[in-house]
RNA sequence: CGGGGUGUGGCGCAGCCCGGUAGCGCGCUUGCUUUGGGAGCAAGAUGUCGAGAGUUCGAAUCCCUCCACCCCGACCA
């Protein structure tokens, strides 16, 4: 709030001092007299002329000594995942507040490239490109019964009239209001329309750097249609451009059936990059494109049915054993033998129901599907359990419990299974359903899928892998379009309520995802697509060596006009310096000009994975640097 | 919001228990030497010790209040 009650005026200092540094790069123009080395006044003339609006961010050539970089050896204590860690050692952010972030130059590059990216794979795809406010009044979201409704992650605003606003985190209500004013006559549909703007987000806990901040750039897209048919036509149309937009970032990627969570509508999928840290588990079946979040994924029955019983009950001692692993291992028997009861508390009309949940020894609860099941629950307390049971948790199981047992899917077809014999210090082996006690009240789904678990729609196993959300696509439906009175005259002349679509892709998350999935111990490894530099020259002793100064100069400028995004580094720090910057920085073509190369007519390259370095004959670094850059 | 933790120069940290001169490494500035993997020597600059109130002759250190930030949980691009 205090950014927002603060007038910019009464920033004055900082103001003041934006515009002192701005002037000092400047001083062609502000102060000719000025003395430099010829090096640093080719380099300020080369960076006035990149400068200029129409050259703006992306292509144009760089010189490093002009360029802002600053990198750092140690990571500020505040970044625990690497990326977080990289980006600010790299000098790509600075944090500002909590979820807050400015996109220094070298960031920023990254992020345009991505953006640019994202923008012309849309263009592409047919959507058309509109910019809406970020601040937006009350009355909309009152309109559409969110303004209460979306909470404390809303930041709420007002204006001098105390008339009520908010940055907006998302712009379904915007574009819905544009559509119903816009559009009159099913001519005009379809329509697909999407920005790349800020959103802000309160977000009860932002982390991760950029990855979940409460200022984030983000692409929203949405669309508008005569039919649900047509509704699909194009979703499937988003679908297909955002694996175009993914696989031309170079990452690796996974479309996922996703729950349609607080949006609403029907049909959805969320699009994953995959990295360890990600905090979405994903189950996919590498043999068809099934893939789900774990939350939701559904965990099947094994094939077939257990080998029936086999041996009688019997009771084992079974001293200080109280998890199934050491159950398991105690016995001599696999962990697949034992069945875990879990005790719960569900809430009932008139007071809570114990009820005992069964899973197999290897299998987790998965709360969500028990709540599915059961309704509201809690896990029991002690006491709860001795009451109901007569022993205390570590040693319980269903044989002669005659309240509500709830058995998982794997759990119903075990047979000669060992469970807890609600006896300090005893487990049962050898029990069967049906024999030794009733069969379950309920069978149900009720646990996480694992690894190796049947696919659900059979054809073939399950693997687990993490994944990072960078997009989500939602066929909303008429949810929006309702609620505003979005709708147009059909072919009869009849009114109708338009299908609406909406396609998010988290731009400045695409970021920090990328570098997950690229870096290793030197620092970043950025795909050559999003890049902050394709390539940096990289010369040897470059202040006292001609030959050297010359021949970087050269190759700098014959890449710029073979469109290669190059950086000099001019800077003439320590050959080991300025390896380091450019590999934590993550460039991912480093071409070395030395005297003792040039000698021979050659150059070094190495990429940014490379273990070895590769001399190249000069005349032909361009036409090399393009095939790598191509394939 | 609940739980855990941290605030000391740009970054990483020590000092706090046991009150008395604010310190180290990196970075930065200047000079000389060095120049194919984060150089060496020398000289320097940079701190309202998160803020406020209190105890005390004296507070980075003890007490109180507040703030900021980070980490673990429920939300989401």
Redesign the pocket.
Known sequence: MRSVSTPFWKTGPIWRCHLRLSCQSWPPLLNPTMTASSAKQDALRSFAVESLPFNCQIGGGMRASQFFIS????????A?LISHKLMLRAGLIKRL???LYTWMPLGLRVLRKVENIVREEMNKSGAVELLMPAVQPAELWQESGRWDVFGP?MLKIKDRHQRDFCFGPTHEEVITDIARREIKSYRQLPLNLYQIQTKF?D??????GVM??RE?L?KDGYSFHISYADLEREYRNMYDTYCRIFTRLGLQFRAVAADT???GGTGSH?FHVLADSG??AIAFCPASDYAANVELAEAVAPAGVGAGAMVAMEKKATPGKTKCEDVAAFLGLPLTQTVKAIAVMAEKEGGNEFVLLLLRGDHDLNEIKAQKVLGELRFARDDEIVDALGCKAGYIGAVGFSGRVVADRSVAVMSDCVCGANEEGYHLTGVNFGRDLPQPGTVADIRNVVEGDPSPDGRGALELCRGI????IFQLRTKYAEALKCTFLDEQGKDQVMEMGCY???V??IVGAAIEQGHDE?GIIFPDTIAPFTVAVVP??Y??SEAVRTAAAALHAELLAAGIDAILDDRDE????M???W??IGIPHRV?V?E??LKEGKL?Y?GRSDAE?TMVTATEMTTFLKQKLCG
């Open positions: 990198t750092l050896k140690e990571a500020p204590a505040e625990e507040g909590s979820g992650q987000r977000e009860i806990r932002p982390r991760f979940r901040g984030f983000m969570g607080a949006i969320e905090e979405d959300e960078v997009g989500h998010g892709i988290g400045s998350r030197r040897m002793n202040a006292k320590r050959p080991g310096s390896f380091a910057d590999e934590l070395v030395g003792r190369g070094e190495k370095a």
